[in-house]
């Protein structure tokens, strides 16, 4: 054990600038003000501290952007920091970010590590009181780029939209668990009728309403129907001013600025893994290798069992990836344990990709409160591509990171990657999963499907009725059905063509 070079968490802060705020700030200043109170958090005198931060890491900004936020910041803050860096966006950011912080630290790259992220859609789209904000800038540098989908070919069909890729996860999901239709939406709606309760509890949730399972799951015009299955009150809310900064720093380092034992809270065990990018290309479309392999991993180095974490907060933008999430990490079905410590993406809120700071900093919260805690926060990014797993507690590290290489099995997950699928499919196409896209009036506006062709190979293709035909086809499960797919030149997509005759055999 090499004594003193163990990351802890020893100052916090998340802030909610909720709807009524009469002058609202902008997403940076929002972070300047979680940085400060996250500073004072530690209970040194701020100039002692900000001369300690020698790294500084802001989660990308989505709703504003700046010409270089982390060079403000720090000048706001009076902090030179050797590194500064501006992440791209992605809700993995803020665990990728701090496992980053922990092996900088424990490699003696970094003393002290701020990070901070925030946004304020909710001002910047809803409200647009934006009077006073500093214009618009685009980033004079970032590490990495914005997420923009998948590929051409993807994106073509609304894989691009997460919403829809969800949903196509979530179907999936519900053949593969062999349940009905309405068993699956029942499924949903009590999973996060869970979540709502904890956010309905927090002060820093943006929605305070504890809905019921059927409250969730149900089509009205308040909690229309935005893909199939999903309703908008099972999808990440972005639309909110949310923001989150944690300090970081050596053990070492906070023995020498007399920093209380009772604030640190150590990262027992971090991991980040990646899934097969193209999902058309993925065997299966209901499980995560990443999340399987990286809760392992994070546990392995904790020292622990999953059955000693006493709370988890799994990512939740939709209700698919939390029940792969489940399922990979060992979480089974009637366990009690708690899913979200915050209350997760659509009622405590999504601030883009800073949700799962929010987990963090309620995690050192609650373990400040209770020592014998131990929290395991679940990171997703892109479509359920990329998970980073932060297990947090009074205890260090049963393994440290210069004993720990995950390439072998990064590059196990690639390695099963299919062939790409076929771009101009002309047969019959057996559907593994779909979803229908629906207007801003709850009506299904067209289908998207994925399916295999010839030779087991996969395509994509979009479904084309008429909004009867849509409607009844919302009835029936399409998994395993097998229709006539043609490709059309002039829209370069691979279209299923159905009328009421289809109904009628689906019926039989």
């Not at 997420?147 to 829809?164: M, Q, R, T, V």
């Not at 373990?367 to 679940?378: A, H, P």
């Not at 499907?449 to 849509?470: F, P, T, W």
């Amino acid at each position: 054990m090499k004594e003193g070079k163990n990351s802890i968490i020893v100052g916090v802060s998340q802030y909610t600038q909720h709807k009524q705020t009469k002058n609202p700030l902008d997403p940076l200043q929002l972070i300047l003000h979680a940085s400060k109170n996250a500073i004072k958090d530690t209970g040194v005198e701020d100039f002692k501290l900000i001369k300690s931060i020698d790294s500084v890491i802001l989660i990308n900004v989505n709703s504003w952007s700046y010409k270089d936020s982390p060079g403000v910041l720090c000048k706001a803050l009076g902090i030179k920091p050797k590194q500064k860096i501006y992440l791209a966006d992605g809700g993995n950011t803020p665990q990728m970010a701090v496992n980053r912080a922990s092996k900088a630290l424990f490699y003696g790259q970094a003393k002290a590590v701020l990070i901070a992220g925030g946004e304020a859609a909710y001002t910047a789209y809803k409200s647009k009181k934006t009077q006073d904000w500093p214009p618009r800038e685009k980033p004079a540098s970032m590490e990495g780029k914005i997420w923009n989908g998948i590929n051409d070919h993807e994106n073509l069909y609304g894989f691009k939209i997460p919403s829809c890729t969800y949903a196509i996860f979530e179907n999936a999901l519900r053949s593969a668990s062999q349940r009905t239709i309405r068993e699956h939406q029942l499924h949903m709606g009590k999973l996060f009728e869970r979540f709502s309760k904890i956010a309905s509890e927090n002060p820093h949730a943006w929605t305070r309403t504890s809905f019921s399972a059927e409250e969730i799951i149900t089509p009205t015009d308040e909690n229309r129907m935005i893909n199939f299955p999903y309703t908008k009150r099972m999808c990440s809310n972005m639309f909110v001013d949310q923001v989150a900064a944690i300090i970081m720093m050596t053990e070492e380092v906070a023995r020498r600025l007399n920093i209380d034992e009772h604030l640190w809270v150590y990262l027992m065990g971090g991991s980040d893994f990646q899934n097969i990018h193209e999902i058309s290309r993925r065997p299966k479309l209901y499980d995560s290798p990443a999340a399987r392999e990286g809760s392992k991993r994070a546990l392995k180095q904790a020292g622990l069992r999953l059955n000693e974490i006493n709370a988890f907060d799994i990512y939740s933008c939709f209700p698919s990836i939390v029940q792969i999430i489940k399922k990979e990490i060992g979480i089974l079905e009637d366990d009690p344990r708690t899913l979200t410590i915050a209350g997760g993406l659509p009622y405590f809120g999504g601030p883009w990709s800073n949700y799962s700071m929010h987990a963090i900093v309620t995690a050192v919260e609650k373990i400040r409160d209770n020592s014998d805690l131990k929290i395991m926060v679940i990171a997703n990014g892109g479509y359920n591509t990329k998970q980073s797993f932060g297990i947090y507690g009074k205890n260090p590290p049963l393994i440290l990171w210069d004993q720990l290489d995950d390439t072998e099995i990064q590059s196990a997950i690639l390695s099963k990657s299919l062939a790409p699928p076929l771009k101009e499919a002309n047969g019959v196409l057996e559907i593994e999963s779909y979803t229908f896209v629906h207007d801003r009036q709850g009506n299904p506006v067209k289908g998207i499907v994925i399916g295999k062709i010839e030779s087991n190979r996969r395509a994509l293709a979009q479904i084309s009725a008429d909004r009867i035909v849509l409607n009844g086809l919302l009835k029936h499960d399409l998994i395993g059905k097998k229709f006539p797919v043609k490709h059309d030149p002039s829209l370069q997509k691979n279209i299923i063509t159905l009328n009421s005759r289809d109904i009628e055999k689906l019926r039989t």
